[in-house]
């Protein structure tokens, strides 16, 4: 199988699409569409977030570049090793994952960063043939609670036998793979101090010792 993203002009979810349309008008020199995901299809590791933030992922058409929830992964995946280059906050920067992919649980940027079950749903059908597709895969990192259930969706696990919780590790036997939770690298939760700096870099420290 060879993974195929969303085309940029996707119909599946009605919502989005008008805010896209809204926001072309708006925003003209901005990407404005599905965002595709960072890093290669071999890597050892996926990152699942909730969607492209306006003014960050959908002006860029890259995940988590030009925002605060960037801001904050990025340059601890480069500290452990897992990139290389400078985070310039443009698609274009020259920054590179090692070993990591970044994309999310919806491809488009939803009204006030809150998307809904369909559009979770509809965007699925991307999620897991992105899954299907990375034959080296071996940890699953979701950020926030609703990464951590599209991924146990699509992967037909039972949400109740899976709590979120950060730090949690969950074994995921019929794929093979772990799964490990992290409250989102957003700017509320950092703000708020529900996630700080030093709790994300034990999770990510966590990801490369799982991997050795």
Do not use: W
């Amino acid at each position: 199988m060879t993974f195929c993203p969303p085309d940029k002009n996707c119909k599946n979810c009605q919502r989005l699409v008008c805010f896209r349309e809204d926001n072309k008008i708006k925003f003209p020199t901005y990407y404005n569409g599905p965002v595709p995901a960072f890093g290669s299809l071999n890597s050892e590791v996926l990152i699942v977030g909730l969607a492209p933030g306006l003014n960050g992922a959908n002006q860029t058409g890259r995940p988590f570049t030009n925002d605060y929830a960037g801001d904050v992964l990025y340059p601890i995946l480069k500290k452990y090793g897992f990139a290389e280059g400078n985070y310039g906050k443009v698609a274009n920067d020259g920054f590179e994952l090692l070993n990591v992919r970044v994309t999310n649980s919806v491809r488009c940027v939803p009204p006030q960063n809150k998307v809904t079950g369909d559009e979770v749903k509809n965007c699925g059908k991307f999620l897991i043939d992105e899954i299907a597709d990375m034959p080296n895969l071996k940890i699953i990192l979701t950020l926030g609670s609703v990464a951590h259930n599209a991924v146990l969706g699509v992967l037909g696990y039972k949400k109740a036998a899976f709590k979120f919780g950060h730090g949690n590790l969950h074994k995921l036997d019929k794929h093979n793979v772990l799964m490990l939770n992290s409250y989102h690298t957003s700017r509320y939760n950092i703000n708020t101090g529900v996630l700080t700096y030093k709790m994300f870099e034990k999770i990510v420290k966590t990801l490369k010792e799982k991997l050795c």
